[in-house]
């Protein structure tokens, strides 16, 4: 990867395997000499789940064209967001304009532990185990930004130094390896225990109780 912005091909963006959500839909108004001219903005975040993301905003007099303009530009331009496994390779916290967010890698099966802007560009991206706080302003698309731009980041750090990152086949056959020799060793280590014998029954004689007759005698 020479560039962690990849510009998808005409048939890329017009496919129908791109996720797209909503973020903030907000209303704007311009002064002209005719008047004010009302409009909307959308923020859209687009993306495959299989590690590319995009964010675009679109703007319009109406939502739904603006969400299809938002769409479109998000498709132009995405990122190629690189993970070990099923997480992010490394932590990084990243400030642009009013939003301040942390990323952080999380163990597998943790699940995406995220706000609501962070989760939506996560989910996007197909990351599944990730931790994150949003530390700067709650405005959404601030966060949404600087949540992009500490994936592009990311990308940026892993392409400059070169590290190697594993894919999620390549985790699930190694833990299957080590269950795997796990178990054969538990098989070695594992001794039988030998049952004793039960020890035999001791004949219990009865004692026999002397009559009357016999203690008179014996007096």
Do not use: C, W
């Not at 990084?92 to 099966?109: E, S, Y």
């Not at 994150?132 to 709650?138: A, E, M, P, Q, R």
């Amino acid at each position: 990867m020479t560039d962690a912005i990849r510009t998808l091909s005409a048939a890329d963006r017009n496919s129908n395997e791109f996720e797209e959500k909503v973020i903030q839909i907000a209303r704007v108004s311009k002064k002209t000499k005719g008047g004010n001219k009302m409009g909307f903005s959308v923020l859209m975040v687009v993306g495959d789940k299989k590690g590319k993301v995009g964010v675009g905003l679109g703007k319009a007099h109406d939502v739904i064209s603006a969400m299809k303009k938002g769409i479109k530009k998000a498709k132009k331009k995405m990122i190629d967001v690189p993970m070990d496994g099923t997480t992010i390779p490394f932590s990084i916290v990243v400030k642009l304009g009013a939003g301040r967010i942390m990323l952080k890698p999380a163990p597998k099966g943790s699940g995406v532990i995220a706000g609501g802007p962070i989760r939506a560009v996560v989910d996007a991206a197909g990351i599944r185990d990730i931790s994150s706080k949003i530390l700067g302003s709650d405005n959404q698309a601030s966060s949404v930004y600087a949540t992009f731009e500490a994936l592009k980041r990311i990308a940026k750090i892993v392409n400059i130094k070169g590290i190697k990152l594993k894919s999620i086949a390549e985790i699930e056959r190694e833990e299957e390896a080590k269950l795997k020799e796990l178990q054969a060793k538990a098989k070695q280590t594992a001794k039988v225990v030998p049952i004793k014998a039960a020890a035999p029954d001791k004949k219990v004689t009865a004692v026999k109780k002397p009559t009357k007759k016999e203690v008179r005698n014996k007096k």
